[in-house]
Every structure is written in C-alpha cells, then in structure tokens.
C-alpha cells in the first residue's frame, strides 16, 4: 500500500464504517482518488459468456449498490463492474449499526440488508451511462417485505436486461430472512425457470449469474449445480459472505450476527469454488469472489477454477490502487511465467483445493 493509501484508509477508518464508504463513494463521484495507471495487457483478457473481459478482476457487489459509479470504478483498474443489490422498491435496510470492521482479521461483518434506493434510481443512472462501454453488471434481489419473491426476481431481469452486461441473481445473502432457502432445490428450480422466462421476453438476452453462498453442504452444492445445468443458466459466482466464524483474532465486533467477508473466507470460499468446478465441469463460466486480497489470492482463485475474480473488502484495507496493483502484478506473472492467457492457469490445483473438508 503506498503512503498516501495509508494516510487515505486512516482518515477513514476515523469515520465508523457507512459513513466511510458513504465517503468513498462521493470521492469516486468527484473523480478522486485515481487508481494506479490502468494496464492494458492481451494476455490478461478474458471471453466469457460473449463478453470481452479486459482483465480478469472485477468489483464485487455491495460496494456500488445503486449505480452511482460504475465507470470511476472502471478506473481504478478493474475489468468489470457489479453493481447492485438493486430491489424492486427502494428499502433503508437493517437497523445501524450494521458494518463492522475487523482491523485485525483484514474483515467485515455486515447485515446491511439490501439496503439500496430501488430498481427506477439505478435504471436512471445505467441509461446514462448507455454508450460509455465497459463490463458493469447488476446485481439483482427481492424486497424483505415481498409477497412474492420469485417475482422480484422476474422484474429485476425485465427492468436491467437492457442495461446490464451481465445480471447476477443473489439469494445468498444472510440479512434477509429466508432467502437462502431460495438455494433449496424445489424453490431454485421454480426461480432460474422463471428467470430465464423472463430473459427470453426481454429487449436483450444479457448472461445470467447465480450468485450462491459460501455455508452450504456438499449435497446442496450437488443440488444447484443439477438446477444450474438444467436450467441453462450461463454461470455461477461463488460466493457471498459467511455465516460461520472461523478462528479470528477477537476484535469485540467478531461477535456480531451478519456476513463475514475479507481474508478469514478465502478459506472456505475458494474449496465451494474448486467443488462446484468439479460439479459444472470445465465450460461453465466461474466468478470467484471472498477473500481476494492480492495478487496471489486472485491467482489462487483461477487455479481453484474461477474464470473471473471478484473483491470488495480487500479494497478497504489494500486502498483504491490495489485492483491496478493486481492487475499489474498479474501481468507481470504472465510475463515471468509465459503465459499466453489467464486461461493456462484455470484448474492447475483444483484438486488441492477439492481435497480440503468443508468445516
């Protein structure tokens, strides 16, 4: 992390945690802070689902949850951008506080709760930006109120399909109640149905992304997968924040209910992602994401499987240069080891990582 990184995460981590990224976001906004110079590099491009990747990072949902500013976003050196989690009706979400910061740990325990300005805010901004260019998908969810959550899903399809490269249907999160149960067969069947029924009626046909999270069994990892091939579902993204607590450091906001992300789930995160490799087999298209902090984490993710990676938390502590710091080492690793695409590098230990137990 360069000096003024250091300064810059000090200044906010004075702020408690929303009114730090309230901050960033309005930073972005004005067009400060400026990443690292954006390296552009042939080896790093990916081609997956007919979108032309220009490098293999992407920002995770969660950051940018209504559209406000994808393209600075872009700048820092990302190869994508996903915005989102947009629900139909605007909602404040959980009560505050709600984001916790493990220094310690390099983590976060959130239950935010889909708080975002709903589906017509961020349909304003994404026709605005019509034109611009750059991969920015949308991540899509239903309201907690909802008398028929499928159906949020269903609109959030027809309202984004024209604007979004990609969509991404999250029922992963642990601050809604019930929504993971959406993951249970019989209900995720009736969902990527009627998702794709709305994709086929839709202006555009965009790719499809199930998001899933990082606490499932084995037999319910088998049981999406089935739905995810029968269904013709176009990829997976793997995955969302944990509810488990593996061994931390004992900050006081470890006991706190919500989502853990950052370092302490890369762990987990990366042997689901290797496993459901396995499951799907080699030509369905991956997005790795929990715990990517580095260079070599995102590395890791490609050799567990993922075609693309994802952060969000590691930028909280790594600063706003950390995604053009990955993507340049990752430019200079193809270089050093010759490679001709990311791609060469895909699998190489998924076997190490299919090994570890699910604990």
């Known amino acids: 992390m360069s000096v003024l990184d250091r300064i810059g995460q000090k200044l906010l981590f004075t702020f408690d945690p929303e009114t730090a990224h309230g901050l960033s976001i309005a930073a ?5 802070p400026g990443g690292a110079r954006t390296v552009r590099d042939t080896r790093l491009k990916v081609r997956l689902c007919g ?61 935010l709760g889909f708080n975002n300005e ?3 805010a961020a349909e304003k901004r994404l026709v605005a930006r019509i034109g611009r260019g750059g991969i920015v998908g949308v991540n899509i969810g239903a309201n907690k ?14 309202r984004f399909a024209a604007y979004a490269s990609y969509l991404a249907v999250n029922i992963s999160s642990p601050n809604t109640p019930g929504l993971r149960t959406m993951q249970e067969r019989e209900q995720l069947g009736e969902l990527l149905s009627r998702v794709m029924a709305a994709r086929t009626a839709a202006s555009a046909q965009p790719p499809i992304f199930l998001k899933i999270a990082p606490d499932l ?8 997968a089935a739905e995810v091939i029968e269904k013709q579902i176009d990829g997976i993204i793997v995955s969302n924040t944990t509810v488990s607590r593996p ?34 087999g080699p030509e369905m298209a991956i997005i790795g994401v929990g715990g990517v902090n580095s260079m070599e984490t995102a590395l890791e993710k490609i050799r567990a499987g993922a075609d693309l990676v994802q952060l969000y938390t ?28 990311m791609r060469e590098l895909r699998d190489s230990h998924l076997d190490r990582w299919t090994s570890k137990p699910l604990s």
């Open 145 to 158: 109120d909802s008398t028929d959550r499928v159906g949020d899903y269903e609109s959030g399809v027809s």
């Open 51 to 111: 979108l032309d990747f220009p490098n293999p990072l992407g920002m995770a949902a969660g950051y940018d949850k209504n559209a406000e500013v994808p393209d600075a976003l872009l700048g820092l050196g990302f190869g994508f951008a996903e915005v989102g989690t947009v629900t139909p009706l605007p909602q404040a979400g959980n009560p505050k506080p709600r984001i916790f910061r493990l220094t310690s740990d390099e983590a976060v325990i959130n239950r």
């Open 314 to 341: 590691g930028m909280i502590y790594g600063g706003p240069a950390l995604p053009g710091r990955i993507v340049a080492g990752m430019a200079r690793f193809a270089e050093t080891e010759k490679l001709r695409s």
């Open 247 to 280: 061994v931390l450091r004992g900050d006081d906001a470890a006991r706190e209910t919500g989502g853990l992300s950052g370092k302490p789930l890369f762990e987990r995160s990366t042997i689901v992602l290797a496993m459901m490799r396995k499951l799907l």
């Open 28 to 32: 972005l906004r004005c067009g400060l």
């Open 118 to 120: 709903g589906h017509a």
């Open 217 to 224: 069994a084995e037999a319910e990892l088998e049981d999406i």
